[in-house]
């Protein structure tokens, strides 16, 4: 271990007036973190039942100029697509990521509009990809990194379409951490020896998240100029969801 | 970058007589406290959450050799490395040592107030590698060759056409001719120059707003997007931050992030959080090949323990800066170096010495409004009191402020002499002053009469006064 | 009515030496709200200045003279949020290290409060007795406003005031830029907060200004003054009570005569230099009515 690190530890313990954390002290901590014990979470989305929350989300969305749209099936996506790449004068091109969440998208009925899935290069204008979740306390979606969802999709394009279904709208950002942990590291089951999905394991046997997690309210913004916002400074100009209600919330 | 604190008075007359300076900070002044009021008030739990975000901060700040440990072995585990770094030269030095392992020739850049702190950009020019800022603001100021006025929007000392004039100069490439006059077009132009280079860059430097003890994440919260292209573009990551940035959870970061972002800009979330562990995995098709962090000491440990800890808790939203009355009339340059406003205040003299920074802590007129607004309630004016007795203690003040302080003191801890001066003072200046009920200008009160004028004292003491009606209805009895 | 009860006056240095008439306009209104009212010799200054500029020291031996001044009383109420809040709020921190100190420092905390709260919050006044027929926009000192909480009191009992109309002071709650010894160390940054806020109570269009701490007061009638503006600047004690006609407005030479009660506006222009009367205005020491009884 480096002299600057001991040094730095060192400084801590000394400026603090104590030594390491005795094994009693380190255990209570990393109880603490074991247990995820969750601060105080607003009541503004907590309280509301699955129906007003989903609403709550598309509201808080529009409110930060995210665009939604509503359709009642994943059979409606590439329609609803047509007609937003249209209604904004894009052409009708897209990268759609490469995950099996979208596979099920009958692209096929619309001819016209050129699919193509991967990550996203410099050249591509329009991004759709899915998401994790969709947290109505602030209109925010989760985002997260895998061999199916690279994140340049998420920030190259000029404009990115969100698939967002209305089961996956919870309240609060701890329902997403829940989310996360549950997705990627569930806890082992009782009497079970072996995580189900056997993912990647952090230190200590703690959960280990995707390489990257992105949380987007909005498109791109930037107010740095005379504090007048801007929409689309370096990410996307344009934000759609396309909101699936299609199964009954699942939270 | 050397600072000029020292010179904090000649700089801030320099800030009162820009008048572009002047309406830019006119902007500011109303336009972000407002935001923030709207913001808050639509979340009626927001004063617990500011309770609840000094008590995470205090706890990780109270543990931080074991958070940190346990930050390192998730960074580790996750297949990232941690560099630790004493000082700024240790930081620096660092960052370029990966540089040049990795051939880098251009390095993009999120903005960063540690990256700020340890001249980083200097660092690297200087030794052959470009480092291109990204946020616009930053951006800017790079174009202009100076350092941030504010931590969150370090161009706020600016008007568009000084904007334009720096594209312009920076532009060549583009038609001479092409109009700029809008901040859309701006916004346009500097995407538009922007993307290539962060298509280019061999490497990407971040900051963190919060580390992860838990899962060994660092986040970044940013509007444009820019930390993001920066961070998942480049071949390396690299993220630069202090080590006062580690929370335990999830969970607390969630707290934190929603006093971030309406304290800072007044939005209920910022566009952009993004929480990173390691690098690329197995699969992925995109994301960095290496991932570092570079944890910077530069004497925040030493402020542990001590009166000054509290400041550790300092989420860098700019709430202070936001409500300061000082730094709405004299802009971000004039405190100096990297941090202005009450922040700066109290952590400038901490970190490049009392006797260069004294000015910060005395330029303020306590009103406290730092202090209320601060989403982890830290004592701004009380520290800035701390630093001012510590330079009352090491007899930094100017002679004649210390020798005119203490003869007050003296007098006033002598009533009997203090009611007869005062009863004097009283009748003397009473008397002068009766015709016009003001002075226009009093040899020992220049600096107040130089600008306003003195009312005159209505000609004697309250306690002369009182004194004399007690007797007088005593004998009435 | 509450329990008839002792309060001892904390003047506040600006006030014995500036304007004494806040002084007595706090006696009566401390009358009024059934308070004997006593004002120890023993006190000079709260100790601010010394404790804002590093002096410790000096700080707390200024602290224990005020500590030994006020022993015994049921209340300390100082006409200043900044002074009461260097008590209520800063002696406590100031002894911190000091056990025994600390007790009597937190015991006299207790019982000492700024002016227009204590007359609201612990003697229960929801008006006054007065009259004061002009447009006024309100100043929260910084002090009293986020160290002691004084906002709505204030308004509270100005809105009982006949013939005062309230405006609205965008920014009211930010430093005029006194600061105590702020602004002789900064004075051109406190020029530059002062000219805000003279600008912004100008554009209320308010005839008259009012606040609760005397060097609020002064910096900003002294700005307000040298702009030319003939805006009335007074200190809210001196509305309340009731004295307005006694005495002439800060900064403005004293009234040929007690002004009548029908005046409508303040002078305009350049107040006149005309001869003066004496600046004795001590009111009579006749015992004030209780407000409860005086009714409108």
């Not at chain 2, 100076?146 to 334009?164: D, N, R, W």
């Amino acid at each position: 271990m480096s002299a600057a690190r001991d040094d730095i530890l060192g400084g801590i313990r000394r400026a603090l007036r104590r030594g390491p954390l005795s094994a009693d002290q380190a255990a209570e901590l990393t109880e603490r973190i074991a247990a995820h014990r969750r601060n105080l979470v607003p009541a503004r989305a907590a309280a509301l039942d699955p129906a007003a929350r989903i609403d709550l989300f598309v509201a808080m969305a529009e409110e930060v100029q995210t665009t939604v749209a509503r359709v009642s099936s994943e059979l409606d996506i590439p329609a609803e697509v047509a007609r937003y790449l249209a209604a904004e004068n894009l052409p009708a091109e897209l990268v759609v990521a490469p995950d099996q969440s979208l596979d099920a998208i009958p692209w096929d009925t619309r001819p016209l509009l050129h699919i193509r899935r991967g990550r996203a290069e410099a050249q591509d204008a329009v991004s759709l990809t899915p998401c994790l979740a969709g947290v109505a306390e602030t209109g925010t979606l989760m985002l997260a990194s895998g061999p199916g969802t690279p994140t340049t999709l998420n920030f190259l394009p000029d404009t990115h379409i969100v698939v967002l279904h209305a089961g996956q709208i919870v309240a609060s950002y701890e329902d997403g951490w829940d989310l996360l942990r549950a997705r990627f590291n569930p806890p082992p089951q009782a009497g079970e020896m072996v995580r189900p999905t056997g993912g990647p394991e952090g230190a200590d046997g703690a959960p280990l998240l995707p390489r990257t997690i992105n949380l987007i309210t909005g498109p791109s913004r930037t107010g740095d100029i005379e504090q007048r916002i801007q929409l689309g400074a370096h990410g996307p100009r344009r934000l759609h969801i396309v909101l699936v209600e299609d199964a009954p919330s699942q939270v | 970058m050397q600072p000029t604190s020292h010179s904090f008075p000649a700089n801030a007359r320099a800030g009162l007589a820009d008048p572009i300076l002047q309406t830019a900070l006119g902007l500011a002044r109303t336009g972000f406290p407002q935001r923030r009021q709207e913001a808050i008030a639509r979340l009626p739990e927001f004063e617990e959450l500011r309770e609840q975000g000094r008590a995470i901060k205090d706890h990780a700040l109270a543990n931080l050799d074991f958070y940190l440990e346990l930050y390192e072995r998730n960074v580790t585990a996750a297949g990232g490395q941690v560099h630790w770094a004493r000082t700024a030269e240790e930081a620096r030095a660092t960052v370029l040592a990966i540089c040049r392992a990795a051939n880098a020739k251009i390095v993009t850049k999120g903005k960063s107030m540690v990256a700020e702190e340890i001249a980083l950009n200097d660092h690297l020019e200087a030794n052959g590698i470009t480092p291109v800022e990204t946020d616009l603001g930053e951006y800017i100021i790079q174009l202009r060759h100076e350092p941030p006025s504010h931590i969150i929007a370090p161009a706020i000392h600016l008007m568009k056409e000084q904007v334009a004039d720096a594209f312009r100069e920076a532009h060549t490439e583009l038609d001479p001719a092409r109009p700029l006059i809008d901040p859309r077009a701006l916004c346009d132009e500097a995407r538009t120059v922007l993307r290539p280079r962060f298509l280019a860059a061999d490497v990407g430097i971040t900051g963190a707003n919060f580390l992860v003890a838990e899962t060994g994440s660092s986040i970044i919260v940013t509007n444009e997007g820019n930390g993001d292209l920066t961070q998942i573009l480049p071949r390396i990551h690299i993220v630069i931050t202090g080590i006062e940035k580690i929370v335990p959870t999830l969970e607390d970061a969630a707290t934190l992030l929603r006093l971030l972002a309406r304290s800072a800009t007044g939005q209920e979330f910022s566009s952009y959080t993004t929480i990173s562990t390691g690098p690329r995995r197995p699969g992925d098709l995109d994301g960095p090949e290496e991932y570092h962090v570079v944890l910077l000491d530069n004497g925040r440990s030493a402020l542990l323990g001590g009166e000054f800890q509290d400041m550790l808790r300092c989420l860098r939203c700019a709430a202070c800066l936001n409500h300061c009355p000082v730094y709405a009339a004299v802009g971000g340059h004039a405190y100096g170096w990297v941090y202005p406003g009450p922040m700066g205040a109290v952590l400038t003299p901490a970190l490049v010495g009392l006797g260069e920074a004294g000015h910060l802590p005395n330029a303020s007129s306590f009103c406290g409004r730092c202090e209320s607004v601060c989403p982890v309630k830290i004592p701004l004016p009380k520290m800035m009191r701390h630093w001012r007795e510590r330079e009352f203690a090491w007899r930094l003040n100017p002679p004649v402020y210390r020798s005119g302080l203490r003869l007050w003191a003296a007098l006033a801890q002598r009533p009997a002499l203090y009611h007869a001066l005062a009863g004097t003072a009283s009748r003397v200046l009473g008397w002068a002053g009766q015709l016009r009920g003001r002075f226009r200008s009093l040899p020992f009160a220049a600096g107040w009469t130089a600008v306003r004028d003195m009312p005159a004292p209505q000609g004697r003491s309250f306690q002369s006064l009182w004194t004399e009606q007690q007797r007088r209805s005593e004998r009435r009895r | 009515m509450p329990e008839p009860a002792r309060a001892a006056l904390l003047v506040t240095c600006l006030v014995d030496l500036f304007r004494p008439s806040v002084g007595f306009a706090a006696v009566k209104l401390l009358e009024q709200a059934g308070c004997t009212v006593d004002v120890p010799r023993a006190q000079t200054c709260c100790g601010q200045p010394a404790y804002n500029s590093g002096d410790r020291a000096d700080a707390k031996a200024i602290a224990r003279q005020i500590i030994a001044a006020f022993a015994g009383y049921d209340y300390v109420v100082a006409p200043s949020g900044s002074c009461a809040g260097m008590v209520k709020v800063h002696y406590p921190e100031l002894f911190a290290d000091e056990p025994a100190a600390l007790a009597q420092a937190q015991e006299l905390a207790a019982r000492t409060h700024e002016l227009v709260s204590f007359l609201v919050d612990v003697r229960g006044m929801d008006r006054v007795a007065a009259h004061w027929p002009h447009t006024a926009a309100y100043h929260d000192g910084c002090s009293g406003l986020r160290e002691l909480g004084v906002k709505e009191q204030p308004r509270r009992l100005l809105a009982s005031v006949e013939g005062l109309t309230l405006a609205e002071l965008p920014g009211a709650e930010v430093c005029c830029g006194f600061g105590g010894t702020f602004c002789i160390k900064y004075p051109e940054i406190s020029d530059k907060m002062v000219t805000d806020k003279a600008a912004e109570i100008a554009a209320t269009g308010a005839d008259a200004v009012l606040a609760g701490d005397l060097g609020c007061l002064l910096n900003i009638a002294g700005k307000l003054s040298r702009r030319g503006s003939s805006t009335e600047v007074r200190h809210i004690a001196e509305v309340l009570a009731d004295m307005t006609a006694e005495v002439p407005p800060i900064g403005a030479p004293a009234n040929p005569s007690p002004a009548p009660r029908e005046r409508v506006a303040s002078p305009q222009g350049e107040p006149g230099e005309g001869a003066r009367s004496s600046r004795q205005f001590a009111p009579s020491p006749r015992p004030s009515p209780p407000v409860g009884e005086r009714g409108f």
